[in-house]
């Protein structure tokens, strides 16, 4: 008899043993692994919590400013009493307002102003300008794979134990000027906190958490199979626990077709013709506006564990994910035009992170010429594809699958660089066949 999978028990052993290592291991760094909608953040504000009352003095170190304020909301949530540190930049508008009515969060540009308190909370970029400090005992570096190493040396002197909590499977982290000259070394500037963590420290311990309750498990097995092969993950919910409805029935639009089959099995493709475009293509931005439009009217509702009656899809749990930032602009430009606001349009960049009933995804290659390597990085189709709960609409030219055959990756080979695997072509090929299984043509 095969046993049943528990998600909520795998979880709850996963981060059993994680705390543990945190609290009572002596490794200086604990690595966490966490996919899409893991529960990493509140993994975080657990370990955070449990520190705390352990009565070690704790900093914690984020990549943005949003990321350190969502993070200072959750811990005076979850603990009202608890005295925070938010640690902030000299800027006009360092911090979301919101803080401003939390009675247990002292806020201060200067480190040594909130000496003392439990929990100390900051930006990478802001914690690399404190000197002169007593070390904190402890550390939780969340996003760990969105830091770059060079960031982490420029802090590492202030902890003396850390907790790295990321996504292996987001974008690399980000940097502005070219870094082929270090490619291969050990202290490679530009590579990850976490990859340079274990180079040089392999011994570390290293946890995962296996279950995602974001995405359902229609998303699950593709999102893992196509990006987390060596770290799989399986859906906290199981199929039929969540579903999306319309009020108001199809039209026999090809934009209405996606979104009936997109309810159906978690995923859509509206596919327009075979054409190389601007990047900007219009047809296809159009295209993504009016399903956009069409969801909103039709009345979405969404059935979930979290909400068994159904919850209308509103504008804010809808997300339009792109490649570059004049997609995105294009896009909110044709929103407009149909009378539609409140949408999160943007950048897989800036989506990262984020959390939606259902997207709908301008495909990084679509009308493209080229399959160049920032079209082709793995994270970026990672992050589009997984910030649904219910389902994620892929809009597309046809013949991307030719495009990627007749481009085989380029670039040049470098010793001693990890090979990342999948690599940006495998995984689009395996999306894109997933995808042609839930193809609606148009021809517009």
Known sequence: MTAVFDPGAAAGRATTAILDDTLHGTARGIVVDSPP????????????????????????????NAQVDDLVVRLAEKDPGLPVGRLHSNDSDPYDKVLDGLANVRKSAKAADLAGLDIVISTAAKWAHVKNVEPWGHAIVDEAYQMRSDALLAVAGLFERALFVGDPGQLDPFSIVGADQWAGLSYDPSASAVSTLLAHNPELPQHRLPVSWRLPASAAPLVSDAFYPYTPFRSGTDHGDRRLSFGVASDGSAPDRVLDEAAESGWGLLELPARHTPRTDPEAVRAVALVVRRLLDRGGAATSERSPEPAAVTADRVAVGTAHRDQAAAVRAALAELGVTGVAVDTANRLQGREFDVTVVLHPLSGRPDATAFHLETGRLCVLASRHRHACIVVCREGVSDLLDEHPSTEPVQLGVTVKFPDGWEANHAVLAHLAEHRVRWAP
């Not at 893991?38 to 943005?64: C, D, F, I």
């Open 37 to 64: 909608g893991a529960g990493k953040s509140t993994l975080v504000v657990r370990a955070a919590l449990e520190l705390a009352s352990a009565g070690r003095p704790l900093m914690v170190v984020a990549q943005t």
